[in-house]
């Protein structure tokens, strides 16, 4: 421990903080471009960094960015080239700040917005070219576009607190708009002249342009032009000249590496991210590694041998490890992530400890340093939190099936992330020298760790498992034996992963010594839980890995079956379920596990999400399931069968693919079965609903799923997977022309039931299906889902003229490409007493409704249920309690504003 506090201060103390600074500044200089010229000079530069510093077996590689090629499921971007990025207001004048209207006295003139030649970021990253001279296009503003004008060829100029990524970006594009503007920024009121650089505009989780990404330009402006041009823009007609000539290309990516050899081949690797041109971010890192390395040498040969990588975050890490081999755990011992690690005296410093399915002796001496400098002046003042040890963006390579367990310093608020006031300039000099200090230090105690540490590091193990006891008190869930077992564990193998200095049988006197303790703590734990439908479910599923790194980009998955992956797979439990699948351990388990690792209990709906998500994973390689509750085409069959369902039978079907667990084929099974149970004379109709709602009833749609009708497009159909599987995969799908709530179907009746529909009707009126497949005597199911779903309620409503029904604004695309805004009148606004998902069967509706002796036919499947009414029975019940109280649909909560007016 005193080891520590004197290198801490050799390294303060020796350090050449002005040459760090410089080397920072001219770093980033090299990197401000953003482009692949850029990240290659930024790259060259580095590698002479290293040779300068005399570090040894320095050397550039090389990777492919064609947008393509996967590492470890992380998807390498695609290459970028840009000299011109020019943003021209026409006819404004310049903006007047010290004006409440920022209109100046002069409109006859053009104002430069954004100027990539002025600074780099005005041109978010990814633009492609304009007509060469530019294009004139209309900037709205996003408030606008949620109202719905017209986005086509247009720049939306997006709010402040709107991120520049997916959310926004996609819908812009899916409509036909040009690109946005983007003042986002962090820190934006200490400095409205700044500008975001702005990192991953792109359409989905990844950071940077791929092959699949749609062209757009963008803009970074800062938030005082930000201010100025949403003005302009609310006031009237604002366009603007757009030039761009940013080219997309198959390329190369660069990355740089280094190996100071130790008296050992393992190695510890030092990873500091290139190409993010920020002084802070990360600019220092790679600075403050090198410094380190050299520090490092000056003093001998290292036990671990250092290897130095400097890649893109994330994707060129994941490139480099891969390029090493499969799993690394028995060449690699461990790694320092240096990014934005700074230590400025006024903030806090967080050491992130690396994710605990890989065991690392270095999260120990992590918290024994945060002991060892507490008290010491000239240190940072620490954070620390020794859960939940994480796999995020900066760890990701400490999950197993990789096996680099990865720690993280990192300041406990980064007010300005990704500001462009954070030059070399701006860095506080002392935070500097701390920062550059604690990565020294830290690295100095992985590559040359000492036995004597063993002791405390034991010692420290077992005031952990007494804190573990009393938090477990304090926040109990799950089964306290198997928690603190489970704690216990994760002590266990980080005092073994000691064996690699310290002798083996001083290790196994330390791990028997926490045994004993151990004992002693459980006394008396329960280890007994009544598990949730879920919670059992996943007890009888195993996973296990198939593929190395987590998956992230879904690179194996079809561009249309990609889905969100819960917690962004990096950024919560999710990582930690995936990281501890181990092939033995049932899911019921390693969830636990997860949650024991997060101190955070899982809802059952939560747990079903990552019960989903696991299956999901397992349908496309990524795992494999070497044990599971069977669901196929007979199973459903049989159910469906057990639930009253005859051959002939003519069907609504609201369906939940997830509802019942995982089902052998996904949803073409569930369409398969239903097709089997009611033969050749049964009929299938199943909603394909969309949201192109401009307006519905009294409110402006305000969230970005609206989009323009276009019955091409079956990613618009919000009703869940089996429909869309449903009209993807049937050679010749009937479906109705309405543009918010159409049907699909199959089967003698389908056509009868569906073409009455007109495009524009009322969605649930005479002319619906909902009608028609009433009339033939037809059937509702709920496979999987709760009654919530039942669409046929809303005819009733229709059907008895209930007043709360109110027009809709639509906006459907025309077979010539072109937009039509349309008027739907009795429309579906609003709130309903049933809309309350699983409790649905206990709504006012059907409690009367099965008072009066509505029928609701039951069998279990799966984790979950299926259940069937009949139309004819629900029809005659439902008008009766309608005319009896009108307000039987509609809810009795007083700060319900829609019902409550009724
Ligand atoms: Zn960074
Ligand atoms: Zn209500």
């Not at 100095?444 to 804190?467: G, I, K, Q």
């Not at 091409?712 to 050679?731: C, H, K, M, R, Y």
Request: aromatic share 10%.
């Amino acid at each position: 421990m005193q080891k520590m506090q004197e290198w801490y201060q050799y390294f303060y103390t020796g350090q050449d903080c002005s040459r760090i600074l410089q080397d920072i500044s001219a770093l980033t200089a090299l990197e401000l471009g953003q482009t692949s010229h850029a990240y290659a000079a930024a790259a060259r530069h580095t590698l002479a960094l290293l040779q300068a510093a005399g570090i040894p077996q320095a050397e550039l590689l090389s990777f492919p960015a064609d947008g393509r090629t996967a590492y470890q499921d992380k998807r390498m971007p695609l290459a970028w080239e840009a000299t011109i990025g020019k943003l021209t207001l026409l006819n404004t004048g310049s903006p007047d700040y010290n004006r409440l209207n920022f209109s100046g006295p002069d409109s006859s003139h053009d104002f430069v917005a954004a100027d990539f030649q002025q600074h780099p970021f005005h041109l978010v990253k990814g633009s492609v070219a304009t007509a060469p001279g530019g294009q004139i296009a209309r900037i709205i503003t996003e408030g606008q576009f949620l109202s719905g004008e017209d986005p086509r060829g247009c720049l939306v100029m997006l709010q402040p607190l709107t991120s520049p990524r997916a959310a926004v970006l996609k819908p812009i594009l899916d409509q036909g708009g040009l690109g946005i503007i983007s003042d986002y920024l962090q820190g934006r009121y200490k400095t409205p002249d700044a500008l975001q650089w702005v990192n991953a505009c792109t359409e989905g989780a990844h950071w940077h342009v791929q092959a699949d990404d749609r062209p757009f330009v963008a803009f970074s402006v800062t938030p005082r032009i930000g201010d100025f041009i949403r003005d302009r823009a609310t006031a009237g007609a604002l366009k603007a000249r757009v030039e761009c000539d940013g080219r997309r290309y198959e390329g190369t990516l660069p990355a740089v590496t280094a190996l100071l050899p130790g008296r050992r081949s393992e190695e510890v690797w030092l990873l500091a991210h290139l190409y993010e041109p920020l002084a802070d971010d990360d600019s220092f890192g790679v600075v403050a590694a090198i410094e380190a390395a050299r520090g490092l040498m000056a003093r001998g040969t290292p036990e671990f041998s250092v290897r130095l990588v400097f890649a893109m975050e994330f994707y060129g890490y994941a490139a480099y490890a891969a390029s090493r081999g499969e799993n690394l755990r028995p060449a690699v011992v461990g790694a320092l992530n240096l990014d934005s690690s700074l230590a400025p005296p006024e903030l806090e410093l967080q050491i992130h400890l690396a994710g605990p399915g890989t065991p690392f002796y270095g999260n120990a001496l992590a918290e024994l340093l945060v002991r060892a400098l507490a008290k010491q002046e000239n240190a940072p003042r620490f954070a620390f939190n020794r859960y939940p040890g994480a796999y995020h963006d900066d760890q990701f390579l400490s999950d197993p099936s990789v096996g680099v367990p990865t720690i993280w310093p990192l300041p406990a608020h980064n007010e300005f992330w990704h500001n462009s006031s954070q030059t070399a300039a701006w860095l506080s000099r002392e935070g500097v020298r701390r920062g550059a200090a604690i990565c020294s230090t830290l690295v100095e105690m992985l590559a040359n760790p000492r036995p004597e540490w063993l002791d405390p590091a034991f010692r420290l193990a077992e005031e952990n498992l007494a804190d573990d006891l009393r938090l477990l008190s304090e926040k109990p869930f799950g089964r306290p034996a198997e928690r603190l077992r489970h704690c216990w564990q994760r002590e266990t193998e980080r005092l073994q992963d000691f064996a690699r200095f310290c002798s083996a049988a001083a290790v196994q006197e330390a791990v028997a010594a926490l045994a004993a303790k151990y004992r002693a703590l459980s006394v008396g734990l329960a280890d007994s839980e009544k598990p949730t439908p879920w919670r059992a479910y996943a007890a009888d599923i195993v996973p296990k890995r198939q593929t190395v790194g987590l998956p992230y980009d879904l690179a194996k998955v079809p561009v249309r079956q990609r889905r969100r992956l819960p917690d962004g797979v990096l950024y919560g439990p999710f990582a930690n379920i995936l990281a501890n699948l181990d092939g033995r351990k049932d899911l019921g388990q390693v969830i636990r596990e997860a949650e024991y690792e997060y101190r955070a209990a899982l809802s059952e709906a939560q747990v079903k999400k990552y019960v989903d998500a696991v299956c999901y994973l397992a349908d496309w390689g990524y795992l494999s399931l070497l044990q599971e509750v069977r669901i196929g085409v007979e199973e459903i069959v049989a159910a469906l069968r057990q639930l009253g369902v005859r051959e002939g039978d003519l069907l609504l079907v609201h369906s939940s693919l997830s509802g019942c667990g995982h089902i052998t084929g996904g949803a073409m099974s569930i369409i398969t079965a239903l097709k089997q149970a009611v033969g050749p004379g049964g009929t299938l109709l199943f909603p394909t609903f969309t949201r192109p709602y401009i307006y519905l009833g009294d409110v402006l749609n305000k969230n970005y799923n609206y989009r323009p009708f276009d019955p091409a497009d079956t990613s618009q159909i919000w009703v869940g997977a089996v429909p869309q599987a449903f009209l993807e995969q049937n050679p010749a799908p009937l479906r109705s022309r309405h543009i918010t709530h159409s049907w699909a179907g199959v089967g003698p009746l389908a056509e009868e039931c569906l073409r009455q529909h007109q495009p524009c009707d009322p969605p649930a009126g005479e002319s619906s299906p909902l009608a028609l497949a009433c009339q033939h005597q037809g059937k509702v199911l709920f496979f999987g889902c709760p009654l919530a779903s039942v669409t046929f309620l809303h005819y009733l409503e229709t059907h008895c003229q209930m007043p709360f029904l109110q027009p809709a604004v639509c906006r459907r695309r025309t077979p010539d490409g072109g937009l039509e805004t349309v008027l739907i009148d009795k429309h579906l606004p609003g709130h309903r007493d049933f809309y309350c998902g699983n409790q649905a069967h206990k709504c006012k509706f059907f409690r009367r409704a099965f008072e009066r002796g509505l029928q609701l036919q039951q069998t279990s499947l799966g984790v979950g249920m299926l259940q069937m009414l009949s139309l004819p029975q629900l029809f005659e019940i439902g008008c009766q309690l309608l005319r009896e109280d009108p307000r039987v649909l509609l809810c009795d909560d007083p700060e319900c504003t829609f019902c409550r007016q009724f």
